[in-house]
């Protein structure tokens, strides 16, 4: 067996461990199954140093931040077949919206919503707590300062800075509200960050949150993995300069 070959079976092995279909792509183009099985699955997927969950997760962050929706209804299905909670999945939409925009919360969590349909799944509900802005900003900030330490108030976010209007907005619903929903750890939201920000290619957001990363549990080794997953769904060059972000902040 040539080493293209163990690839690929290694990347088939990952895949089915998802309960995802054999011929993905078989009938768009002549050896496109293979391709995906060696490159996507065998060569990133496959890789130590990340177990499948976040993998699924920095996935569906990069697939939601650039609204391929037909691709996350495939790892959505994946996602649930792993045993990813229907509450999780749907709060990585949620989270990454507060980056790409919320139209993109709206067109992901419908493709969710008929996956949820057709499998039978109850729609998740639960009675969240509703806080008034004061105490918002004041988790906001409590959550910000847990999060990003010392840079707390770096930056766009600085008192001073012509963007502190705009910001407020952050404190409050970003990091006081989002932030601190249930049904998804801090680290997991990390994940989702820093996945989302490699797909959608901004560079200062990457540079603050690759240093808070292990402030919540994600090592730097973590941080260069979730980088790596984003390559076969939002460009290996996105992925590629995020690394160099990543050099380049720890020096």
């Known amino acids: 067996m040539t080493e293209r070959e163990q690839l690929r079976q290694k990347g088939a092995e990952v895949r089915r461990k998802m309960g995802l279909p054999d011929d993905v792509g ?9 391709l995906v099985d060696e490159v996507i699955f065998g060569r990133v997927w ?12 920095a996935t569906l962050s990069a697939l939601t931040s650039k609204q391929y929706l037909p691709q996350l209804d495939f790892y959505v299905r994946g996602a649930l077949n792993i ?3 229907p509450r999780l999945i749907q ?16 067109n992901s969590l419908d493709v969710v919503k008929g996956i949820f349909s057709e499998r039978g799944l109850p729609q998740p509900d639960e009675e969240l707590k509703e806080n008034d802005l004061d105490d918002l900003m004041k988790i906001g900030d409590d959550t910000m300062r847990d999060l990003h330490r010392e840079r707390a ?10 963007a502190s209007t705009l910001y407020v ?12 929903r249930p049904g998804i750890t801090r680290r997991q939201r990390m994940v989702c960050s820093v996945a ?6 901004m560079a200062g957001q990457q540079r603050k949150f690759f240093q808070s990363a292990p ?16 390559g076969p769904y939002s460009g290996f060059p996105p992925a590629l300069n995020a690394i160099t972000v990543a050099e380049e902040v720890w020096g």
């Open 26 to 34: 078989a009938d768009l183009l002549p050896g496109m199954p293979h």
């Open 46 to 57: 496959a890789r130590p140093g990340l177990d499948l969950e976040d993998r699924m997760l």
């Open 83 to 85: 045993g990813m909670q």
């Open 91 to 106: 709060e990585v939409m949620l989270h990454c919206a507060m980056y790409s925009g919320v139209p993109t919360a709206i």
């Open 153 to 162: 108030d770096g930056g766009y976010a600085a008192p001073g800075s012509a």
């Open 169 to 180: 907005n952050a404190i409050q619903y970003l990091y006081g509200e989002i932030w601190n």
């Open 196 to 201: 989302a920000f490699t797909a959608t290619q």
């Open 215 to 230: 402030n919540v549990g994600v090592s730097r080794e973590q941080v260069i993995e979730v980088i790596i997953q984003t």
